[in-house]
Structures are given as structure tokens and as C-alpha cells.
């Protein structure tokens, strides 16, 4: 498989990349989709750049949103990033769900997760899947660890993630990280985005992370990247959307390669395939293509993402 994947970037193959194993850990499930799959004939492909997280937020509340009014809408989002995907040649899928949008069943979590459960039997039944359970950060913790034991008693969630602003601390939500590793959840969190390389080290330590999302401000720091070096932390990231986001400035110099060179393990994966409309295949091709990385590296780290999850 290294030879044929090894081609298929030397070649600009993407239909052989695509028939390739590779796994994507880092994906938002009501986000994932192609937006083609979403609104028909779409010709509103995003702004290259968002200058933050709120901006990107407007284009999706104005671009995505009103083509995916309710539960309906819920459930052909979620269709569509099982469907992404499944027709990507994703065999590894790790994927975040909100407790919020168990409002579209009134609450009633197990009837989210029986949803959740039929759409991906039904779209991706050949995908090996992580359900990941992803809180919003907030102060006000108490009511979030009362939703986290109701969401253990379905034994359901295979991981857990945190996302929002990644320059708040994550101290507030210890308690959660504990009781999920006691579960046996991989624990990740949305780091090193928009916050400096000591908050990366910080919140493996205080949260015992497995695994980071983003992570990629660490290259700021030699000692942080050596300490994720010993520990060896993964970091899963995003290119595409570090690049709209402006987190970094091209494929090219895009901090993957120095990070993956410290001896630290990466992935790649596609955030919000949705919003930044590029598959984790063309990940690997714009990376090699840009000069990033060699196409021997990438597979190497093709294979750091499939190894990563097999214990789980
Ligand atoms: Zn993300």
C-alpha cells in the first residue's frame, strides 16, 4: 500500500488516493459534508480566508444553516459527512457530536443516539467509528458534568472532545477528564489554534490528553515540542482550515512539517469538510504538492492515523 499511496502523490492521483486507507480524527459531524451534498448546485464555495472563528461562523449560519432547517436538516448533515466519508476512503473515522443537538429529539439522547447509529449503518457501514461526545467551553461546569453521567450510563461515546475559544483555561473541566478516562474515553481537546505553545502543554498535563486538536502553535516551542515528543502526544491537524483561518500561511509553511520532524506523532484530518470544502486525499496532495512534506512522510503519517485508534 506505501508504494501505490507513494505513486498516487507523485502522480497527482486523487481518485487512487481516495481508494487508500486513511483514517480522520478530527471531524465535526454536522460539519463534515460536502456542501454539494447540502444545496443542490451550490456555487457558493467559501472566502479562501475568515479572519476568526466568528466570521467563519457568519459564513456557515448564512451559507449552510437555512438549507438545513430542524431534524431533517440535522440528519442530512450527518448523512453527508458519514457520506463524505465513506467516498473519501476514510476506513478510520473519529467524529464529534454535540450534546446540544440532542434537542432535535427533545432531549431524549437515546433516541440521538439510535439517529446517529442508522445514518451511519445506512451511509458507512464499512467504517470503523469513534463516537466522539464534544462539550463548548464555559464557566459554568456543574450542568455539563450532570449531561456527561447521563451520556456514560449509554456507554455509547468512545471519546470526548472541547472546543471554543482555546485561549481560556481548561482547569474547570478536570472533573470531566477524569471520569472519562475512568471510562476509558480517548480524551482531546481543541488547542494550540489561536493559543501559544505553553497552553498546548498545559492542557495535556492538566486534562491528561491523548490526543490534541490542532495543537499546531507548539512549533513556537522547541522545549513544548519536546516534551510532546516524550509524551509522545498526537496532534491531529487541520491544514486547510489553519490556512482559512489564518493560523498558518500556506501549505507550505505550514508548521506540520517542523512538528512531525520533532519526533512528535501527527495526523491528518478535515475539521469542517462543510466549510473548507477539502477532503482529507487532497489534504495529503496539497501537502505534497505545496512541497510540505515528502511523500514517503506522508505515509508515514497515513499510518501514524491508522495505528493510532486500534487499541479503542
Ligand atoms: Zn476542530
Redesign the pocket.
Known amino acids: 500500500m506505501k508504494d501505490y499511496f507513494v505513486n498516487c502523490l507523485k502522480t497527482n492521483d486523487l481518485k487512487g488516493l481516495v481508494e487508500i486507507p486513511k483514517s480522520d480524527l478530527?471531524?465535526?459531524a454536522t460539519r463534515g459534508g460536502n456542501i454539494r451534498a447540502i444545496r443542490n448546485n451550490c456555487d457558493t464555495l467559501p472566502k479562501r480566508v475568515f479572519c476568526d472563528l466568528n466570521a467563519m461562523q457568519n459564513w456557515y449560519e448564512e451559507h449552510v444553516k437555512p438549507y438545513c432547517i430542524g431534524k431533517i436538516g440535522f440528519e442530512n448533515r450527518i448523512r453527508a459527512a458519514f457520506k463524505q466519508a465513506f467516498d473519501d476512503g476514510i476506513t478510520i473515522l473519529s467524529m464529534?457530536f454535540g450534546l446540544g443537538d440532542s434537542g432535535f429529539y427533545d432531549g431524549d439522547i437515546n433516541a440521538y443516539i439510535n439517529a446517529i447509529e442508522s445514518i451511519k449503518l445506512e451511509t458507512a457501514p464499512s467504517i470503523t467509528f469513534i463516537p466522539e461526545i464534544s462539550f463548548m467551553r464555559t464557566e459554568n461546569i456543574k450542568p455539563v458534568e450532570a449531561e456527561f453521567e447521563k451520556i456514560i450510563e449509554f456507554d455509547y461515546f468512545k471519546s470526548i472532545?472541547l472546543?471554543g475559544d482555546d485561549r481560556k483555561s481548561v482547569e474547570n473541566y478536570k472533573s470531566i477528564y477524569r471520569r472519562a478516562k475512568e471510562k476509558g474515553y480517548i480524551l482531546k481537546a481543541?488547542v494550540g489554534?489561536f493559543g501559544d505553545a505553553e497552553s498546548v502543554q498545559r492542557a495535556v498535563d492538566v486534562l491528561e490528553l491523548d490526543q490534541v486538536?490542532?495543537g499546531i502553535a507548539a512549533s513556537k516551542s522547541k522545549s513544548v515540542m519536546k516534551w510532546l515528543e516524550k509524551n509522545q502526544i498526537q496532534l491531529n491537524i487541520?491544514p486547510s482550515?489553519n490556512i482559512m483561518l489564518q493560523r498558518a500561511e500556506s501549505y507550505k509553511k505550514h508548521p506540520i512539517a517542523e512538528l512531525f520532524y520533532n519526533g512528535i506523532p501527527v495526523t491528518i484530518n478535515s475539521?469542517?469538510m462543510i466549510i473548507f470544502d477539502q477532503s482529507v486525499s487532497q489534504e495529503y496532495l496539497n501537502l505534497y504538492n505545496h512541497g510540505s512534506l515528502s511523500a514517503e512522510d506522508l505515509n508515514i503519517i497515513r499510518e501514524i492515523g491508522l495505528k493510532s485508534c486500534l487499541d479503542y
Open positions: 478530527h471531524n465535526h464529534s472532545d472546543f481543541h489554534e486538536q490542532h487541520c482550515s475539521d469542517d
